[in-house]
């Protein structure tokens, strides 16, 4: 398994921007999913974008035009560049990631950092 970091977040007024950062503990080049996932109080872990070893990226409908997930093999880094941010984007964000190792899913979580919008 990865050991995840996560930094990058704060309080930030609506309209603004933050970028996430995920470190991990080794080379991300063969993780076959890097993602990442918010909580909001009371409610449930909802991903909020994901990206493929080979690139190909997901967002969620409701960050979509606002949030771009990627990734840097060679720092062993993903982001989360998050611009026009919404009091609804409230939230703590964690980085994921998953490795398929035959029948086996290596599954890595992140402590999570919280994201606070003020509108």
């Known amino acids: 398994q990865v050991q995840l970091v996560e930094s990058g977040g704060g309080l930030v007024q609506a309209g603004g921007s933050l970028r996430l950062s995920c470190a991990a503990s080794r080379d991300i080049f063969s993780i076959d999913l890097l993602g990442w996932y918010r909580q909001a109080p009371g409610k449930q872990r909802d991903l909020v974008a994901s990206i493929t070893v080979g690139g190909s990226t997901t967002h969620a409908d409701s960050v979509k035009g606002r949030f771009t997930i990627s990734r840097d093999n060679a720092k062993n880094t993903v982001y989360l560049q998050m611009n026009s941010l919404k009091p609804e984007d409230t939230a703590v964000y964690y980085c994921?990631?998953?490795?398929?190792?035959?029948?086996?899913?290596?599954?890595?979580w992140g402590q999570g950092t919280q994201v606070t919008v003020s509108s």
């Open positions: 994921n990631a998953v490795h398929f190792v035959g029948t086996t899913n290596y599954v890595s």
